[in-house]
């Protein structure tokens, strides 16, 4: 098994800047990819961004915007979030996969889930 922890997550006005943080723990070699999905109230959990052998994918609507990055020698994910507008605020959620970053992207569901950090954006 994998564990997630989160942290990062908070409140911030539109045009600011937010850094997530994820830690793994446990069967880390199991995380070929990690990554970031969020939802926002009353919508479906959507792909944000994921990254594994050195490659990130990104969805549209943060494409330029957010940043992904690993530090493989502590197990550790980030997701840099600059530019941030209203329509980003969500429950954002730290995840790993067994497969290649693009198949997540493509919309493979991911094995392991963090229990998601709140980003709250105000106009």
């Known amino acids: 098994q994998v564990q997630l922890v989160e942290s990062g997550g908070g409140s911030v006005q539109a045009g600011g800047s937010l850094r997530l943080s994820c830690a793994a723990s446990?069967?880390?070699?199991?995380?070929?990819?990690m990554g970031w999905s969020r939802q926002a109230p009353g919508k479906e959990r959507e792909f944000v961004a994921a990254?594994?052998?050195?490659?990130?994918y990104y969805a549209d609507s943060v494409k330029g915007r957010f940043t992904v990055s690993r530090d493989n020698a502590k197990n550790t994910v980030y997701l840099q979030m600059n530019s941030l507008t209203p329509e980003d605020t969500a429950l954002y959620y730290c995840?790993?996969?067994?497969?290649?970053?693009?198949?997540?992207?493509?919309?493979?569901?991911?094995?392991?889930w963090g229990q998601g950090t709140q980003v709250t954006v105000s106009s």
């Open positions: 995840a790993a996969g067994q497969g290649s970053a693009i198949y997540y992207f493509n919309g493979r569901e991911y094995d392991y």
């Open positions: 990254t594994s052998f050195g490659r990130a």
């Open positions: 446990g069967r880390t070699g199991s995380t070929v990819t």
